[in-house]
């Protein structure tokens, strides 16, 4: 899960593997896999970049 933040200034944690795609005009828009879909304060490329980083963690730890 990574931590974003609402337009009102609420932070959340979200489930990256339910992000179907993200859009950016202006404001970033999050499209979940269950068709809900989120306004948040971050960019784009900083989702992108807290989610990446979310699957090198999961993946580097010890099975």
């Known amino acids: 899960m990574i931590e974003l933040t609402k337009w009102s ?7 990256v593997w339910h992000i179907e795609q993200i859009e950016e005009s202006p404001d970033t828009l999050i499209v979940l896999i269950n068709g ?3 306004i948040v304060k971050e960019s784009a490329e900083e989702v992108t970049a807290r989610a990446n980083q979310f699957f090198k ?6 099975r």
Request: charged share 30%; hydrophobic share 40%; glycine share 6%.
């Open 57 to 62: 963690e999961i993946q580097s730890r010890p």
């Open 9 to 15: 200034g609420a932070k959340f944690m979200l489930n």
């Open 36 to 38: 809900k879909r989120l």
